[in-house]
C-alpha cells in the first residue's frame, strides 16, 4: 500500500508531540490539505523555535495542557518520545482512533525497498554505513528515521527514492505494531484504513545489531524492551530478510521466530550465510561463495564493536543486492559518525574524543576497549535504571583516572568502590558536578599519551536537551583550550 498525496485531503489528523517528527508531518500533511491539529504539554512560549517552523500554516494548536478532541479525529500520530500509557494515546484507543507515526507513514508512502536498522548500539553507524554503501552503488537513497531528518516532507519535492535506510529506535517500533493501533470500532478504522495501512509492519531488509539492556527508564521491563526491538522484524513475509548477530544469544533467539529469510554476522566464528570476521579479514558469504571485502587495519574505524557494525552493513548491502565493491569502498573509507569515537583534538600530547552518544554503561565499555593508550574517562550524565558494576570492572582495567560529573555521580563511585576491592589498583576517582568542570580537570591532568575519552554511560537529559547537545558542548570546551 503506497499511499498518495491527494489521499490525506480532508482528514481530521492529530499530532502529539512539537518536536522533530511531529513538526515534519505538520508542513507534509497540512501541505497534502489534510485538517491538523498540533499537540504539546509544553506551553506556546516554550515552544517559539517549533512554532516559528510552521507559521502561516492552517492548522490547530493544543498547547500547554488544552485539551485535544480525540473523538473528532480519523487518526493520532505520535511522537516516540510519548508513552504508550499517555492519557491521549489510552483515549485514542479508547475511541477507536488509530495510532500511527512519522516513520511508519513514510515507509508507506514509498514504492522502494526499505532497509530498516535497530540494537541497542551501533545502529547509527551501521545505519549510515549502509546508505553510504547504497550510494556508492549508484542508488538514489535517503536516509532517517532515528537519524538526522525526518523524511516525509521530501515526499513533497524529492525525487522518488530507490531505497530507504532508517535506523529505528525501540520507541519508533512500538508504533509499527498492529496492537498499538486502537481499539475496532469500524467508523475510525474503516475512514484511515482508506488512506493508512493499519496492519504490523516490518521492513524488507531487517537488521538487529545487539540486544543488550536499555531504556529501562522507559520501557516497564527487559522483556518489554526486547518486544518492541523484535517488531522490526515480527511482520516480515518469507521474502524479506533478517540480518542478526549471531554472537547475541537473544537475537539467536529471536531469529528462530523471524519469518523471513536469515543472514547473520560474527565477531566469533564463520556464519552460513552474511558476513563474518575470519583471522583478520571481514569476509561475505553469500550463495555458498566467500569474498574477503577488508582487512581490519584497512578500516578507519575504531574499536571491535565497529568491526562488527562494518559487518552488519555488509550483510544489509548483501541483501539488498549491492556489489562487494560499493561495500568495501566504504569500509576503507568510512571515519565515522558525530558523537561516536569522535577525534576532536590532541593537545599537549593528549588525544580528545567525543562518544556522547555512549548513554548506557555498555555503550561506554565499548569505547573503553576501542583503546590501548591510559586513558583519563569522563564519566557520567543521568542514569538509566541499568547496572554499572561490569562498566566499573572495565573502567577498572582500562582507565587511569575516572572524572565524574552530573546526577549519576554517586552511583559511579560506590560502583568502582566495589570493583576496586576486587582489583589490584582502581583508577583514581575525582569527583565534579558539570561537563565543564570535567574538561578542565582533564585538561588540568591529561599527560602526553592519555586518551581523555567522554563515554558518559548515562543520558544527557540532566544538564542537556540530548546527547547531540552534550557532545557539541564538549566539541567547544576542548577546541577552547
Not at 328 to 348: D, K, S
Amino acid at each position: 500500500m503506497v499511499i498518495g498525496h491527494d489521499e490525506w485531503r480532508g482528514m481530521r489528523v492529530g499530532i502529539v508531540g512539537a518536536a522533530r517528527e511531529g513538526l515534519a508531518l505538520v508542513r507534509y500533511l497540512g501541505a497534502c490539505g489534510a485538517e491538523v491539529v498540533l499537540a504539546d504539554n509544553k506551553p506556546a512560549e516554550a515552544l517559539t523555535g517549533a512554532l516559528q517552523e510552521i507559521m502561516g500554516l492552517d492548522i490547530g494548536l493544543a498547547l500547554g495542557g488544552a485539551p485535544l478532541e480525540v473523538s473528532s479525529l480519523d487518526i493520532l500520530f505520535v511522537s516516540p518520545g510519548v508513552p504508550s500509557e499517555a492519557p491521549i494515546v489510552e483515549q485514542a484507543r479508547r475511541v477507536g482512533v488509530p495510532i500511527s507515526s512519522e516513520p511508519r507513514l513514510l515507509t508507506q508512502s514509498v514504492a522502494c525497498p526499505v532497509a530498516g536498522i535497530t540494537g541497542s548500539s551501533g545502529k547509527t553507524t551501521t545505519t549510515t554505513l549502509v546508505g553510504r554503501m547504497c550510494e556508492a552503488a549508484g542508488l538514489a537513497t535517503w536516509v532517517g528515521g532515528n537519524i538526522g531528518e525526518p523524511l516525509t516532507p521530501r515526499l513533497l519535492f524529492a525525487e522518488t527514492p530507490e531505497v530507504v535506510v532508517m535506523e529505528l529506535s525501540s520507541f519508533q517500533l512500538e508504533l509499527f505494531a498492529p496492537d498499538y493501533q486502537g481499539s475496532e470500532t469500524e467508523r475510525r478504522r474503516s475512514e484511515a484504513s482508506r488512506v493508512i495501512d493499519l496492519g504490523g509492519w516490518s521492513p524488507h531488509v531487517a537488521v538487529v545489531t545487539n540486544v543488550t539492556p536499555n531504556h529501562l527508564d522507559r520501557h516497564a521491563t527487559m522483556e518489554a524492551y526486547r518486544w518492541a526491538k523484535e517488531r522490526i522484524l515480527a511482520y516480515q513475509t518469507a521474502d524479506d530478510w533478517a540480518v542478526l548477530n549471531a554472537d547475541d544469544p537473544v537475537l539467536c533467539a529471536m531469529g528462530q521466530r523471524a519469518p523471513g529469510r536469515r543472514l547473520a554476522f560474527s565477531l566469533e566464528a564463520p556464519v552460513q550465510e552474511g558476513a563474518y570476521l575470519q583471522d583478520d579479514s571481514l569476509v561475505l558469504r553469500f550463495d555458498g561463495r566467500e569474498t574477503s571485502l577488508c582487512q581490519i587495519d584497512q578500516l578507519r574505524l575504531r574499536g571491535r564493536h565497529n568491526v562488527a557494525n562494518v559487518l552488519a552493513a555488509a550483510a544489509c548491502a548483501g541483501a539488498l543486492g549491492l556489489s562487494v565493491e560499493a561495500m568495501a569502498q566504504v569500509a576503507r573509507t568510512f571515519a565515522g559518525v558525530p558523537h561516536r569515537l569522535e577525534h576532536v583534538r590532541t593537545w599537549r600530547g593528549a588525544l580528545f574524543v567525543n562518544d556522547s552518544i555512549a548513554t548506557s554503561p555498555e555503550r561506554s565499555m565499548a569505547a573503553m576497549r576501542a583503546y590501548t593508550e591510559p586513558l583519563v574517562l569522563l564519566a557520567g550524565g543521568r542514569d538509566k535504571h541499568l547496572p554499572w558494576d561490569a562498566w566499573a570492572a572495565t573502567a577498572c582495567e582500562r582507565a587511569r583516572l575516572v572524572i565524574s560529573f552530573g546526577e549519576v555521580t554517586p552511583l559511579i563511585g560506590r560502583a568502582l568502590d566495589e570493583a576496586g576491592a576486587d582489583v589490584a589498583a582502581a583508577p583514581e576517582l575525582l569527583e565534579v558536578v558539570t561537563l565543564e568542570e570535567a574538561v578542565a580537570q582533564a585538561a588540568r591532568l591529561a599527560q602526553p599519551g592519555d586518551v581523555v575519552l567522554l563515554s558518559p554511560g548515562g543520558t544527557s537529559f540532566d544538564a542537556f536537551v540530548d546527547f547531540e547537545a552534550r557532545g557539541e558542548r564538549f566539541r567547544e570546551l576542548v577546541t577552547r583550550l
